[in-house]
């Protein structure tokens, strides 16, 4: 499975991003799916994450309020709405895939695939 994360751009503070990450296999109905970010000399972070149903989500808590984490009509895609974005926002944002599971998984070793990444620059 690849996937391929796109959407990231600059922006100034309180400005608004939607990223998306679209995989090659027809649906994505059998993965969970994350977003995780690494800021510049920072290790990687959990962001958030859906179900394979999409019936639950997870989000860490500097984010909860202002990204939303979702599954597209397109079932190979998944998207990450980003709200009030803030200079600390900074970073590269990748998605992530779990394969056959059933929960929110938030920690990097839980998925078995990755995205290349797209970066998030927000200037105050």
């Known amino acids: 499975v690849q996937l391929q994360a796109s959407g990231g751009g600059s922006v100034q503070a309180g400005a608004s991003l939607r990223l998306s990450c679209a995989a090659s296999v027809r649906t994505l109905h059998n993965f969970a799916m994350g977003w995780f970010r690494q800021a510049p000399g920072k290790e990687r972070e959990f962001i958030a994450a859906i179900t394979r149903s999409g019936g639950a989500t997870s989000y860490t808590d500097s984010v909860r309020g202002r990204f939303t984490i979702s599954r597209g009509n397109a079932k190979n895609t998944v998207y990450l709405q980003m709200n009030n974005l803030k200079p600390e926002d900074t970073a590269v944002y990748y998605c992530?895939?779990?394969?056959?599971?059933?929960?929110?998984?938030?920690?990097?070793?839980?998925?078995?695939?990755w995205g290349q990444g797209t970066l998030v620059t927000v200037s105050s």
């Open positions: 992530a895939a779990n394969y056959d599971g059933y929960g929110v998984y938030t920690t990097s070793g839980e998925y078995d695939y």
